[in-house]
Structure formats: structure tokens, C-alpha cells
């Protein structure tokens, strides 16, 4: 049991606390009992060369160093004709040029003569190689910086591609809720004028850019045609108002509410053909109905010559009504 207040200094001695290994490129992760232990024995663990020659590497290049140490013990290349002489690697020169079993085979005074001049080229090589070190590690970093130059950008792409992404995904949605809205009105227009049409008759004719508050009932295939609910028939002043926007549904005369109550007997004349347009035909109209102009109200005509201007009952018409 360790009291809280004890708690930071007990971390730093306890057992058990997970510690990251030290050496450099080594990514294990060990309690720290058993750090002594993975220290032994990790490849990254910094050694100083066994045969002392003051070199310093990792353990994992070892084996490496031992193939090239000056100081390495090395067999003499004479040993598979049966010379003992282990010699470190600087002095195997001074061994071979005095080996017996050497200078008794001709194959190995060969082999010493291509030794000497190797040992000769070797500060060299050892020189260039330090230098191409040098110039592979620079590009190395050259390298490393352009990969996360680059990495920020694709990132940045990324974002950017994804905003936009987004943006056009909203816009989309926006452009279908018109869409639908688009149709449901018409669904809506359409659905109106069609049930109108069933009960007045046929040729349902719109205008005023108010599609779904003006019609008219033509007389001309049937003489008789019932007002839908939630319309009445146009007043007369209404019905002259119409008359002057132009609107003619080919036929001569306008039906008004007038007409049936019998104040205003004169139907509306709509083009200029005999008499002025929105003035009063000069025959009366026979026309009666069951309830005058009010909603299913039955109309009857004695000829289909005639027809109605309906408008929906709670929208303002053009003009007050005249009955
Ligand atoms: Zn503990
Ligand atoms: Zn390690
Ligand atoms: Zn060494
Ligand atoms: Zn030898």
C-alpha cells in the first residue's frame, strides 16, 4: 500500500512501472525489473568493441564490426593447410609475410600479394564511404522534409476536398426540397382544377396568373353544371374587371351572379366584336339556378352558349360583389 501523497516517488523506484527502452531506435516498452535484463540483450544497447579497438555500435552490428575489426582475432588463411596462427586482423601482414605454410604454397603468396595491396586501398575506401555517409544522411533528411511537405498537403487537399464535398451535398439537398415542393404544388394545381372539372364540366379555363382562384365552366357541351364547393359564382363587377384584362374563352357572354338573382338581368359581354368588351349583352339571360351563385348551386342554361366565371370563395375579388 503506498499513500497518495507517496505516490509520485514510488513510481520512480516501483518494479512495475512500464519503461520505454532507452536506446535510441529501439521501440520496446519493459517493467522496469526487467530492464537490466532487455538492456543485456538489446540490439540498440551501444557496445564498445570487445577486442578493443575503441569503435562504438549497436549490438545488432556486431558481427559487422567483428569482419572488419583491426583488432579481431582471424585464423590465418593458411589454416585449412594446417596453420594454427590466430593473429588480430592489423597484424595478419606481419604473419603471412613470415607463415611457412604460406611461403611454401604458391596459391597463398598470391593471396598475400592481393592482401598487401587491399590493406594499401583500404583507408580509401574507408574515406569514401564516410563521405557517401555523409551525403546519403543529408539527402536522407532532403528526403524526410519533402515527404512531410507533401503529407501536409494532401492533408490540406484532403480538407478542402471534403468542405467542398459537403457544401455540394447541401446544395443538392436544398435543390431536391424545391424540387419537391416544386411538385407537389403542381400535384396540388393539378388535383384542384381536375376536381372542379368533374363537377362544372368540361374546358376549364384559368387566368390572372391565380390558377387555383379563378375558373371558368363552359356551357357549350352541357347545359347544365353544379358549382363546386368553396366557390361562387364571380359578381358582375368581378366579371367586367375580368372582361378587361382580355380574358374571352371563346364565347360572347359572362354569367354573373347578377344574372341569377335578376337585379343586373344583362349577362357580360367579353370581346368588342358588337358591343364594347365588358359591357352588358343586350338579351337578358335565362339562366336559373337552385341556390343563385353560392356553392352547389346547380346551374342550368337553356342553350350551352354560356359560361360561368367562378372564384374561390374567401380570396377578395376584384371588385364588392353587386347581386
Ligand atoms: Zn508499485
Ligand atoms: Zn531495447
Ligand atoms: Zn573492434
Ligand atoms: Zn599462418
Not at 357572354?253 to 341569377?260: A, F, P, Q
Not at 337578358?284 to 343563385?292: F, I, V
Request: proline letters at 6%; one cysteine or more.
Amino acid at each position: 500500500m503506498v499513500l497518495r501523497k507517496d505516490m509520485k516517488s514510488h513510481l520512480e523506484v516501483c518494479h512495475f512501472t512500464m519503461l520505454k527502452c532507452p536506446n535510441n531506435g529501439c521501440d520496446a516498452s519493459v517493467l522496469r525489473k526487467d530492464m537490466e535484463n532487455h538492456i543485456a540483450t538489446c540490439p540498440y544497447t551501444i557496445l564498445t568493441c570487445p577486442d578493443h579497438c575503441d569503435a562504438k555500435f549497436q549490438r545488432r552490428e556486431l558481427e559487422v564490426h567483428k569482419e572488419a575489426c583491426p583488432n579481431h582475432f582471424i585464423p590465418c588463411p593458411a589454416a585449412p593447410l594446417g596453420c594454427d596462427e590466430t593473429t588480430p586482423r592489423k597484424d595478419l601482414l606481419k604473419h603471412t609475410s613470415s607463415c611457412p605454410i604460406i611461403k611454401i604454397h604458391p596459391h597463398f603468396k598470391q593471396l598475400h600479394g592481393q592482401v598487401e595491396i587491399l590493406s594499401h586501398q583500404l583507408p580509401l575506401v574507408e574515406r569514401r564511404v564516410e563521405k557517401l555517409e555523409y551525403v546519403t544522411a543529408h539527402r536522407f533528411e532532403e528526403l524526410m522534409m519533402l515527404c512531410k511537405s507533401l503529407q501536409e498537403q494532401v492533408i490540406d487537399l484532403t480538407k478542402k476536398t471534403n468542405e467542398r464535398f459537403v457544401e455540394v451535398n447541401r446544395r443538392m439537398d436544398h435543390m431536391d426540397e424545391r424540387f419537391m415542393r416544386m411538385i407537389k404544388e403542381r400535384e396540388t394545381r393539378f388535383n384542384n382544377l381536375h376536381k372542379n372539372q368533374a363537377v362544372i364540366g368540361s374546358d376549364l379555363r384559368t387566368f390572372l396568373n391565380e390558377p387555383s382562384e379563378y375558373c371558368v365552366g363552359n356551357g357549350t357541351t352541357e347545359t347544365e353544371g353544379r358549382i363546386p364547393a368553396g366557390w361562387r359564382l364571380a359578381t358582375k363587377e368581378e366579371t367586367i374587371e375580368a372582361t378587361k384584362f382580355g380574358v374571352t374563352f371563346n364565347t360572347a357572354t359572362l354569367v354573373h351572379s347578377g344574372c341569377l338573382a335578376n337585379t343586373h338581368p344583362n349577362a357580360i359581354c367579353t370581346s368588342t366584336y358588337r358591343y364594347p368588351g365588358g359591357g352588358d349583352f343586350d338579351f337578358s339571360n335565362s339562366c336559373t339556378a337552385s341556390d343563385q351563385g353560392n356553392p352547389n348551386s346547380l346551374i342550368k342554361m337553356e342553350s350551352g352558349s354560356k359560361k360561368f366565371l367562378l372564384i374561390r370563395i374567401g380570396k377578395v375579388g376584384v371588385a364588392p360583389p353587386i347581386m
